[in-house]
């Protein structure tokens, strides 16, 4: 069935390092991919997304980048900071179709330590 | 992006009782949908709220159980009905632009003793 998942249930680095967060989908119909941030008591919040049709798109100290042959996805955070710690979601959309939810994968906890 | 209110943001309730969660958009969107967040788990979707029509439930989920209004394109309700302790979670509101994009309000923290 269609799933979106997650290589590391966590990662830890250094403030100041990149911070690499991968994740692997399954359905190769998926055409939008969202990483989510999640902190402690707080709903998911958007950080950056994808179209299908590009393989790399660059936000503030944040990257994704999509390999559709693979079907990965993931998430550079450039010089990592101690905000950046949360839970990391990938999500895809359920179908191609306009409007249609998201599937979340299983997340990765990212600490940061100073 | 879209200010996504829920309330109430947690609540602690009696086995056999119900719930109705609320969640207001501050602007027009075309879906919400429902999730739900087990403690240190994802996101799964509940369903699609419908503007004006019964909603739309993903596999594991039913109406019976968890009716889900949407009256106007900018508000809806999800009611948690009969609880059980199992139904203990975060159950979150989402809406989308033409766009694509999703966003998530804060989610409402419920436990059921």
Known sequence: GESVGLHLPTLSVQEGDNSIINCAYSNSASDYFIWYKQESGKGPQFIIDIRSNMDKRQGQRVTVLLNKTVKHLSLQIAATQPGDSAVYFCAENKSNQAGTALIFGKGTTLSVSS | ?113
């Open chain 2, 1 to 113: 992006s879209a200010v996504i209110s829920q309330k109430p943001s947690r609540d602690i309730c009696q086995r056999g009782t119900s719930l109705t969660i609320q969640c207001q958009v501050d602007s027009q969107v075309t879906m919400m949908f429902w999730y739900r967040q087990q403690p240190g788990q994802s996101l799964t979707l509940i369903a699609t709220a419908n503007q004006g029509s019964e909603a739309t439930y993903e596999s594991g989920f039913v109406i019976d159980k968890f009716p889900i209004s949407r009256p106007n394109l900018t508000f809806s309700t999800l009611t948690v009905s009969n609880m059980s302790p199992e139904d203990s979670s975060i159950y979150l509101c989402s809406a989308a632009y033409n766009t694509g994009e999703l966003f998530f309000g804060e989610g409402s923290r419920l436990t059921v003793l």
